[in-house]
């Protein structure tokens, strides 16, 4: 259809400099015909297209089965179908466009909001979940990222979990990586920093108060619903997936942390096209208008009171950590930050441990808390059952097989002499071959290492059925069945 400028200048050329109709046409390129009906037409207005509306006969009909099927289209196409059979059949992108004119079931979109943000105003905070290999192993964790809403400097690290405690370490790693706090601190309303109430009504927790003035900044909560208020912090985190984890390998959580702060510190050099600026360029602006650090920057860490138990161990989070036995059944200050366990006898810093993860079932035990020094579990210190000296003279991979089983589970009489018994009962040939597989993947359930002995040895000491069936002797008579050891 030809626009209203080029009718324009149809109806200029024709009636201001008295072109024909021919050269008018050769003129602009298009066909005669086009070019009278816009002189009949008149006017450089596009006329409406009339079409004819094959649901508009059904409107009455179209809304009350609108209600009935709650707002489903493919229904009420159904409905339509199956109460006109016989008649034109009404296609369901028809119906949709006509809803769509009419109004049905269609709100009119709104203009999305801006929101502009001063140097040194707001950072936004958010967590989401990851799941990350670490170690050959998948595991979910929490990402906690911050963001300068006017610089877009980003700060994220991942948490086992996420809490008050990881909140408070995360937040002050991050003021410290920016030089500085914001004004204000935006928010979700998690219940991790809000304590009631939602939005412009929202009251931070008591302790996440505290912390707040600490740095001289103030929680603020968007409302519910409004995602767009915290976009600065959303964003990131479909881009941490796509350009952080793709191609790297973590050995722990603090490997992939370390990782991921350089990562954030390089791509603050990068070029955004949206903002057509380096965040770090930007940061230079905004680091001068940041609330500055305290002159001390406490560390952040939780509290708790464990009474030491009868081995000499307190317990946290399913760990235990040792304590000299002279403090066996006094109750001790526990102070853990987020790569420390630090126990207090009141004033008096007792001894620390290197933080475990929670979770983990780990006794930490330090060389001067164990009795006549011994930093080993008891197991490795029993005395060798006579089953070990025919098994390390055997040589490999009979002897590296059986340091594995001590390292792995200590020295257990039990597994030592069943190790013994299967070198002794089977081909050395089928039980040197199942061990250096169980080597190579670290297997030490003898269990499946005689199953996979019998394995390798079936095919030379049992007749195995290759089709299933059982074949005849020479006089016609059936085998008789064969004993077949299942492993």
């Known amino acids: 259809m030809i626009d209203s400028d080029l009718r324009k200048v149809v109806l ?38 009339e079409r004819e509306q094959l649901a508009l006969p059904h409107l009455d009909e179209i809304l009350e089965l609108y209600q009935e099927c709650r707002g489903n289209l493919v229904r009420v196409h159904e409905k339509l179908t199956e109460a006109h059979q ?58 906690a990222s911050a963001v300068l809403c006017f ?43 809000i304590a009631h109430g939602t939005g412009a009504t929202a009251v931070p927790a008591p302790e996440m108060a505290a912390f707040a003035e600490r740095f001289d900044t103030a929680f603020v ?19 941490i997936e796509r350009n952080f984890y793709p191609g790297r390998t973590f050995a722990d959580l603090d490997d992939l942390n370390r990782q991921l702060r350089a990562w954030c510190e390089q791509k603050s050099h990068r070029f955004i096209r949206t903002i057509q600026a380096r965040p770090i360029d930007l940061y230079q602006t ?20 464990r009474i030491v138990d009868l081995e000499g161990y307190v317990h946290l989070h399913t760990n235990c ?35 475990q993860i929670e979770g983990a079932r780990v006794r930490s035990t330090l060389p001067d808390h164990c009795p006549e020094g011994r930093t080993r579990p008891r ?15 055997a040589g490999h991979p009979v002897a590296d097989y059986l340091d594995l089983l001590v390292e792995k589970h200590g020295r257990s009489a039990r597994r030592v002499r069943r190790l013994h018994r299967i070198y ?41 059925s290759v089709s299933g069936g059982s074949e005849p002797d020479e006089g016609g008579a059936p085998p008789t069945p064969q004993h077949q050891h299942r492993g």
């Open 12 to 49: 200029h050329l024709r009636h201001d400099k008295g072109m024909a109709k021919r050269a008018i046409a050769r003129a602009l390129d298009i066909s005669r015909e086009s070019v009278r009906k816009i002189l009949k037409h008149g006017t450089d207005e596009v006329p409406a297209v």
């Open 86 to 143: 016989g008649e034109r059949e009404l296609p369901y992108s028809t119906l949709t466009a006509f809803c769509r004119r009419q109004g049905i079931g269609v709100e009119p979109p709104t203009p999305k909001g801006r929101y502009d943000f001063p140097p040194g105003q707001e950072t936004q905070h958010d967590t989401s979940p990851h799941d990350v290999v670490l170690g050959g192993c998948e595991q979910r964790l929490q990402c």
């Open 151 to 193: 610089s877009r400097r980003q700060y994220a690290q991942l948490f086992p979990t996420f809490n008050r405690f990881y909140c408070k370490v995360f937040l002050t790693e991050a003021f410290e990586f920016f030089g500085g706090a914001t004004a204000t601190v935006m928010v979700d309303n998690t219940h991790v920093i």
């Open 221 to 239: 909560a968007h409302e519910v619903g409004d995602a767009n208020r915290s976009a600065r912090v959303e964003g990131p985190f479909n881009f």
């Open 286 to 305: 905004e680091r001068l208008h940041l609330r500055p650090l305290p002159a001390h920057v406490p560390e952040v860490y939780a509290l708790h009171q």
């Open 321 to 355: 950590y040792s304590v000299p036995p002279s403090y066996i059944g006094r109750r001790l200050e526990v102070r853990e930050t987020k790569d420390m366990v630090k126990l207090f006898d009141g004033p008096r810093r007792v001894t620390e441990h290197r933080r």
């Open 379 to 393: 197991s490795q210190h029993r005395p060798a059952v006579a089953e070990e000296a025919p098994l390390r003279a």
């Open 424 to 464: 002794v009962e089977y081909p050395s040939g089928a039980v040197r071959a199942a061990l250096e597989e169980a080597l190579a993947y670290g297997l030490t359930d003898l269990e499946r290492v005689e199953r996979m002995v019998l394995r390798k040895v079936a095919g030379d000491y049992f007749r195995l």
